[in-house]
């Protein structure tokens, strides 16, 4: 009897690593650029839900097994639907937390995440992008118009939200760039130390000989401060630096 369990457990531990791969295999190619999953909360999400998943289904299938028993085909479609909750609520949570927009805004850039975007308020039609995609780089432009600007600054202050949140003031990256460029930190400063060189370890031995081309900028998310890089003529993202920006200018 507890080798047919067993059995039937390990048949079912990997028809659970083949959904699960195929699954969050998909949710990074869909919703995950691969630079800002070191500072998002994928990680800790994904664990959980392929804990539950690739133990909560095998280890009750090891339980419920009994070839002889008339309710087997019931229990097991059960658990299976039961392991598919599961696996459906976690990548709608995965969803939820993508980043829809990375927008800039004064001086450093904001993860806006899938629950907080709203791509219908934007003006410009490039902004007007499903929540389903992920990435899309944004230049949140301060309104010229002091009442507007006030206003602004008065809902922030209040607890609302802040210029990066609010997609009608979103405009083109790249029209910007050099208003981004001024705000970038100093690549001396950040490489400064043995400590700052080994966090950032690849990207130092790809581009120690030309680190004054590219603009670093500190990146805000609800996990973690870090930095991004950009390309400065393009203003296309190369690498996220695991590199606390504020911590910088205390040293």
Not at 86 to 94: C, K, R, T, V
Request: proline share 4%; hydrophobic share 45%; charged share 20%.
């Amino acid at each position: 009897m507890f080798k047919n369990k067993l059995k039937a457990s390990l048949i079912h531990f990997g028809l659970s690593i083949l959904l699960v791969s195929l699954s969050m295999g998909s949710i990074i190619f869909f919703f995950f650029p691969t630079l800002f999953i070191s500072v998002s909360n994928f990680k800790e999400v994904a664990s959980i839900i392929i804990a539950v998943d690739l133990i909560l289904g095998p280890l009750l299938t090891f339980v419920v097994f009994q070839p002889q028993k008339k309710s087997l085909k019931f229990d097991l479609t059960v658990i299976a639907i039961i392991q598919l909750c599961a696996l459906i609520y976690g990548a709608y949570a995965l969803y939820q937390i993508h980043p829809v927009y990375i927008t800039f805004n004064i001086d450093r850039f904001t993860l806006i995440n899938a629950r907080d975007a709203e791509p219908n308020k934007a003006i410009y039609e490039e902004y007007k992008i499903s929540k389903l995609r992920a990435g899309k780089m944004a230049f949140a432009k301060m309104p010229e118009d002091i009442n507007k600007k006030n206003n602004l600054i008065l809902i922030a202050a209040g607890g609302g939200e802040d210029l990066d949140k609010r997609e009608e003031f979103y405009e083109p990256i790249n029209e910007n760039i050099s208003s981004i460029i001024t705000k970038s930190l100093d690549p001396k400063l950040i490489f400064a130390n043995e400590a700052s060189k080994e966090q950032a370890k690849s990207f130092y031995n790809k581009h120690q000989n030309n680190l004054n081309e590219f603009a670093y900028l500190p990146l805000n998310s609800e996990k973690k401060d870090a930095i991004i890089v950009l390309d400065k003529i393009t203003a296309k993202p190369i690498a996220t630096l695991n590199i606390d920006p504020w911590e910088l200018s205390k040293k």
